[in-house]
């Protein structure tokens, strides 16, 4: 038996696809960071999230839509556990015997901007706007910053 195509009438094409950013459209904000008194890993997260623009109506992975972030007190992160003594940064020079490692007590007092910019770096995706969103992070070991458009977040 044949169907009546009256009663099978394909309904009008309507869309409902979302509106992307462009990329004149995107504003990058400032905020501040910190880092006295927090852990290591539960910050930075946070400043990877800014960094990428997640927390955004509009946010695209593919869009560069992040704000600058100012992070102040790095030399006053606090990490939990053994992770002072236990936790090591290796680094390979590909010659023998050119393996070198640093406790995260030893690279702290060395330099604790390269601490968190390595901890933030492992946590934004592996593609080529990482070196963009990086560009955006500004660490200062004290509390005193140049940066004057900043909120406090």
């Known amino acids: 038996m044949r169907k009546n195509k009256l009663l099978y009438k394909p309904m009008p094409h309507t869309t409902t696809s979302t509106r992307s950013i462009k990329a004149q459209e995107v504003s990058h904000s400032w905020h501040l960071v910190d880092m006295e008194g927090k852990t290591l890993g539960r910050e930075t997260t946070h400043v990877s999230t800014l960094l990428q623009g997640k927390e955004k109506r509009n946010y695209a992975p593919y869009i560069d839509n992040g704000d600058h972030v100012v992070v102040i007190n790095a030399s006053k992160v606090s990490v939990t556990g053994k992770k002072l003594a236990d936790k090591e940064y290796d680094t390979y020079s590909g010659y ?21 910019r390595y901890a933030v770096s492992g946590m934004l995706p592996k593609n080529k706007l990482r070196d963009v969103r990086l560009s955006r992070l500004h660490i200062y070991e004290g509390s005193e910053h140049p940066h004057t458009e900043v909120t406090s977040k």
């Open 96 to 116: 023998p015997g050119g393996r070198r490692t640093v406790s995260l007590g030893q690279a702290l007092l060395r330099d604790s901007r390269k601490v968190i």
